[in-house]
């Protein structure tokens, strides 16, 4: 893990500066804008469609979005709008969320991350790399809220965005987000003390006074079925992937688990 340079003027891949044990997250991540040579995924590929964007630019994407989803998953388009789309965040937040954690929780500096100048690159709608402006690491901050701040709005923003394509309640794409965030504190503790930094992000409040949507994204809760660890790690909102047809390996935090019986866990785990 390293220091941004300062004096380098290529673009910087974000990997550098996460431990090993997230930094697979940012292969595809960039501060400025990498060259094909770079960033592979930027070649060009004429056997897929290929766009870079700014991310305030995804609302007049939504078929595309939701298409490569059912490529990858089944469904149909629209019946399972809400759950394929679900699923796209998952890809999506894997890039943006994690360089804004990374800037804020181990950088300890705010990583500025407007929907305008982050750009996403899409393969036949499929996130497959992110970058952002060369200089969008602002200076060390100590306040938690002013370091974490930008990554909040990005959230905020691209979340209020993607439910005007389909019904899907906020909450279930923010704990999509949430979930992330929970995993990459774990991976990231046996090097860095992020306790305060895990208080302030996933406490009752936001920094503008109102309810959290990133409030303990993670519960620890008794699991009905005796093969699973007690306590259980699971999402406090089903990210519903269940609702694609065919769909029925869960994730290893989904909520649903904590119902299930010993045969029904055995059953899950011999789909794997």
């Excluded at 595809?28 to 590929?45: M, Q, S």
């Excluded at 036949?124 to 200089?135: E, M, S, T």
């Excluded at 200076?139 to 002013?146: L, M, N, T």
């Amino acid at each position: 893990m390293r220091q941004p340079d300062h004096d380098d003027e290529r673009a910087q891949c974000f990997a550098g500066f996460a431990p090993e044990s997230i930094a697979h997250y940012l292969e595809h991540v960039w501060l400025g804008t990498p060259n094909p040579v770079e960033e592979p995924a930027l070649a060009d590929d004429r056997t897929a469609s290929l766009a870079v964007i700014p991310v305030s630019e995804l609302a007049g994407r939504r078929t595309e979005l939701l298409d490569a989803m059912v490529t990858l998953y089944g469904g149909e388009r629209e019946t399972h709008a809400r759950a394929l789309l679900s699923q796209w965040t998952k890809y999506y937040f894997g890039f943006t969320a994690t360089a804004g954690f990374v800037a804020a929780a181990l950088l300890r500096r705010p990583l500025a991350m407007s929907p305008d100048n982050t750009h996403i690159v899409l393969r036949d709608g499929l996130p497959i790399a992110a970058y952002f402006a060369r200089d969008a690491l602002q200076p060390v901050e100590c306040d938690p809220a002013r370091r974490y701040a930008p990554l909040v709005e990005h959230l905020n923003a691209v979340i209020e965005m993607l439910c005007t394509m389909t019904r899907i309640a906020p909450r279930v794409l923010w704990s999509n987000a949430g979930n992330l965030l929970d995993y990459l504190f774990e991976q990231c503790a046996p090097q860095f003390d992020l306790s305060e930094d895990i208080a302030w992000l996933f406490g009752p409040l936001a920094a503008n006074g109102e309810a959290n949507p990133l409030r303990l994204p993670v519960r620890q809760a008794k699991p009905r079925a005796a093969s699973l660890p007690n306590p259980f790690s699971a999402r406090r909102v089903c990210c519903v992937r269940y609702e694609i047809p065919g769909e029925t390996q869960l994730c290893g935090r989904c909520p649903l688990l904590l119902t299930m019986s010993d045969a029904e866990i055995a059953l899950q785990a011999a789909s794997q």
